[in-house]
């Protein structure tokens, strides 16, 4: 079973500074098959990234995701105050189907 | 309008039943995979379970396994997860969603319910 671990846990910082979230797997991974959502309190959760780089339509450019393999990044290049939420990784593995989260980043204002 | 509104929710002792239902409306629910994932008082989110388009595939998290059953009625774009000996552990947001498959880019869950709330307790 692959394990997804996301650092760090949390992460204050002002409005207008960059946020770099980091996803691990625990082992190789197809970039295909990872995802990042926002989720904020009593909200339903939103697609950001699939593909581990391709922006959900809707989602502003100055949200960016990278990687391959085992290291994966979600970046937000100047955060807004509607950023600030709970960010989550997903793996999604074929055989058998299963849709693994990370245990989440809470990005809070400084 | 895209949308996904759950519903059952509530308070229920432990080894009782629930069932919760998801109502589709604004895409072509009978052509889409759809989930449910949870997200327990103070953690993360979990998927709990998945069926495919006609209903003919069902999967299920291994904390939920042989305890829930997840269900479809294509006719009435409605998703259902019926939930017997339910647990303390139990205790969460259910929200369901759908799964799009993009072509040779993977999958993920682009339509998400903002959920509903289930407390297991005596």
């Known amino acids: 079973e692959i394990v997804l671990t996301q650092s760090p846990g949390t992460l204050s910082l002002s409005p207008g500074e960059r946020a770099t979230l980091s996803c691990r797997a625990s082992?190789?991974?197809?970039?295909?098959?990872l995802a990042w959502y926002q989720h904020k309190p009593g909200q339903a959760p939103t697609l950001l990234f699939y593909?581990?780089?391709i922006r959900a339509t809707g989602i502003p450019d100055r949200f960016s995701g990278s990687g391959s393999g085992t290291d994966f990044t979600l970046t937000i290049s100047r955060l807004e105050p509607d950023d600030f939420a709970v960010y989550y990784c997903?793996?999604?593995?074929?055989?058998?189907?299963?849709?693994?989260f990370g245990q989440g980043t809470k990005l809070e204002i400084k | 309008q895209v949308l996904l509104v759950e519903s059952g929710g509530g308070v229920v002792q432990p080894g009782r039943s629930l069932r919760l239902s998801c109502a589709a409306s604004?895409?072509?629910?009978?052509?889409?995979?759809m989930h449910w994932v949870r997200q327990a008082p103070g953690k993360g989110l979990e998927w709990v379970a998945s069926?495919?388009?006609?209903?003919?595939?069902?999967y299920y998290a291994d904390s939920v396994k042989g305890r829930f059953t997840i269900s479809r009625d294509n006719s009435k774009n409605a998703l259902y997860v019926q939930m017997n000996s339910l647990r303390p552990e139990d205790t969460a947001v259910y929200h369901c969603?759908?799964?799009?498959?993009?072509?040779?880019?993977?999958?993920?869950?682009?339509?998400w319910g903002q959920g509903t709330m289930v407390t297991v307790s005596s």
């Open positions: 969603a759908r799964q799009q498959y993009y072509y040779g880019s993977g999958d993920a869950f682009n339509i």
């Open positions: 604004g895409f072509t629910f009978n052509y889409s995979a």
């Open positions: 069926i495919s388009y006609d209903g003919t595939y069902k």
């Open positions: 082992q190789s991974v197809g970039s295909s098959y």
């Open positions: 593909g581990a780089s």
């Open positions: 997903q793996l999604y593995n074929r055989s058998p189907p299963v849709y693994t």
